[in-house]
């Protein structure tokens, strides 16, 4: 079946860009929107946005400004990029196929904002 | 930002029912579908229920999902230990900047 995992920095600067890729396999990558979400330590989830394979993307209207998400095909993967990070960052950033119905999720990646 | 909102802790004993609800507006639940994931300690959050009221396979029955206006409900009947966790609601919200919205949370415990 599909699985998804998340790789990346586990500590960021503050003011540095978040950079996360969310590698699938078992399964290909087209034909499907891919989402990020994150949660902070001791609180809900929060959407970060969604790619389709087309390069198409719906962000978060809180974080948009800072959010970029591409998807790479040939490599099965997809990535996101949150710049201009603070410690308000930090948190859980997990991946997951889907739009709306997300699942499978991948297990998540701690990322700390800190100098 | 949550836009949904849920009691932040429910409980039962054993075999009890336990409902939860997650209350939204009309640009969310009001005319979108509704979906619960359920996140056990220490895990990525898992789909527990799609469009309202159906369930992925493998959940088993016990689990479900209503929806009445801007306001949706996940009802766990015979409770059992293993159901302790976090549940999240979340719908898509049509307002001016369309985005996915998730609920604040609900932490089921098993007294």
């Known amino acids: 079946q599909v699985q998804l995992q998340e790789s990346g920095p586990g500590l960021v600067k503050p003011s540095e860009t978040l950079s996360l890729t969310c590698t699938v396999s078992g399964g290909s990558i087209s034909s499907y929107y891919w989402s990020w979400i994150r949660q902070p330590a001791g609180k809900g989830l929060e959407w970060i946005g969604r790619i389709y394979t087309s390069g198409s993307t719906n962000y978060n209207p809180s974080l948009k400004s800072r959010v970029t998400m591409s998807v790479d095909t040939s490599k099965n993967q997809f990535s996101l990029k949150l710049s201009s990070v603070t410690a308000a960052d930090t948190a859980v950033y997990y991946c997951a196929r889907g739009d709306v119905l997300l699942a499978p999720w991948g297990q998540g990646t701690l990322v700390t904002v800190s100098s | 930002q949550s836009v949904l909102t849920q009691p932040p802790s429910a409980s039962g004993t054993p075999g009890q029912r336990v409902t939860i609800s997650c209350s939204g507006s009309?640009?969310?639940?009001?005319?979108?579908?509704v979906y619960w994931y359920q996140q056990l300690p220490g895990t990525a959050p898992k789909l527990l229920i799609y469009?309202?009221?159906q369930r992925p396979s493998g959940v088993p029955d016990r689990f479900s999902g209503s929806k009445s206006g801007t306001s949706a409900s996940l009802a766990i009947s015979g409770l059992r230990s293993e159901d302790e966790a976090d549940y999240h609601c979340a719908a898509w919200d049509d307002s001016l900047s369309a985005f996915y919205v998730f609920g604040t949370g609900t932490k089921v415990s098993v007294l």
């Open positions: 009309s640009s969310n639940i009001g005319s979108n579908y």
């Open positions: 469009r309202n009221n």
